[in-house]
């Protein structure tokens, strides 16, 4: 016997594990659970035509409110989206002067900084 400490996504457990013999038979080990896939969200996909000007997020973090319309107007400076991150709410403003070409996020998806949101013509 071979006692063995394991940790399993923060618990911690003991386990004891009988040894066989080179004369036994090799016995199936039991299938394991299969692992929870988390449910993949495919990206939004973007306008015909999306824009070349890219609206990127500044901080990793969720999307709280989207504040502007595909084919708004916006001004330089003019916020398209909101994340909120650490419990704060940053805009995300577009870089220049545009019409919204599409909007790439939804409120509630998770972001990386960098991210593109949207893009303007």
């Known amino acids: ?33 299969p692992a929870a896939v988390p449910k993949a969200v495919p990206a939004p996909k973007a306008a015909v035509g999306a824009g070349a000007i890219e609206v990127k997020a500044g901080a990793a973090g969720k999307v709280f409110k989207i504040e502007a319309n595909v084919g708004q107007s916006v001004k330089k400076g003019d916020p398209v989206v909101i994340i909120e991150a650490m419990k704060m709410e940053i805009p995300v403003v577009a870089p220049e002067d545009g019409t919204v070409a599409s909007i790439d996020a939804a409120v509630g998806d998770a972001i990386e900084a960098g991210a593109v949101l949207a893009t303007l013509n």
Request: net charge negative.
């Open 1 to 33: 016997m071979k006692n063995y400490t394991i940790t399993v996504n923060g618990n911690v457990y003991d386990v004891t594990v009988e040894e066989k013999g080179a004369g036994s038979a090799p016995v199936a080990a039991p299938a394991a659970a």
